[in-house]
């Protein structure tokens, strides 16, 4: 399984059915190193929870935390294991990240975020409607080719170049998942 990008590059990987089983070790491994620290859920998200979707080989896992005190909590618990702080992504959104300094920066990243917060439900949402949804999955993969094709050097601007589309898909599945989950209660 070939795993982890340079810090601010972007490389793209075609699918590996062995990114969940690394997903699941991870989710094992924090699960013990942080037991107690009220953690209430963790999930494997990001590209690389998408079957068949390219993906920068980074295994993203979301942490459901109910406060931030949690994230300074845990801190010398991931330093102590290998873990860089990477700070405030967004709002509600913590990360650590973890890989093999200088060579691949980053293999894991470790998100802490508030449960139930508009965060925690854009991850799931928009991994479980690209899961369902082949034909806006692959729009994303698309513009993912595209994008690392034209800025393979520039984390940011890769992001940038995909924000219209994530944007688009997210406002469906958004409504996909309410939808869902009003029927399902």
């Not at 590996?16 to 107690?36: T, Y």
């Not at 709002?91 to 980053?106: E, F, Q, S």
């Not at 998100?111 to 799931?124: I, K, P, Q």
Request: charged residues 30%; negative net charge.
């Amino acid at each position: 399984m070939d795993l982890g990008v340079k810090d601010g590059t972007v490389r793209l990987c075609e699918y590996d059915p062995e990114w969940a089983a690394e997903a699941a070790r991870m989710i094992s491994r924090l699960e013990k190193l942080l037991a107690g620290q009220n953690i209430y859920e963790y999930q494997h998200v990001g590209s690389t929870a998408i079957p068949g979707m390219p993906a920068k080989p980074i295994i993203d896992i979301a942490a459901a935390i109910m406060d931030e005190s949690v994230v300074e909590r845990c801190r010398p618990l991931l330093e102590a294991d290998g873990f860089g702080y990477y700070g405030k992504i967004k709002d509600d959104d913590w990360m650590y990240y973890t890989g093999h300094p200088g060579m691949k920066d980053h293999t894991h990243h470790i998100h802490f975020v508030t449960a139930g917060s508009e965060v925690w439900t854009n991850y799931l949402a928009f991994r479980d409607y690209l899961t369902a949804f082949p034909e806006a999955a692959g729009k994303y993969e698309e513009v993912k080719r595209m994008a690392a094709r034209k800025m393979p050097g520039q984390r940011e601007e890769y992001q940038m170049e995909k924000e219209s589309v994530i944007r688009e898909i997210l406002d469906s599945a958004i409504r996909w998942w309410n939808e869902k989950n009003e029927t399902s209660h």
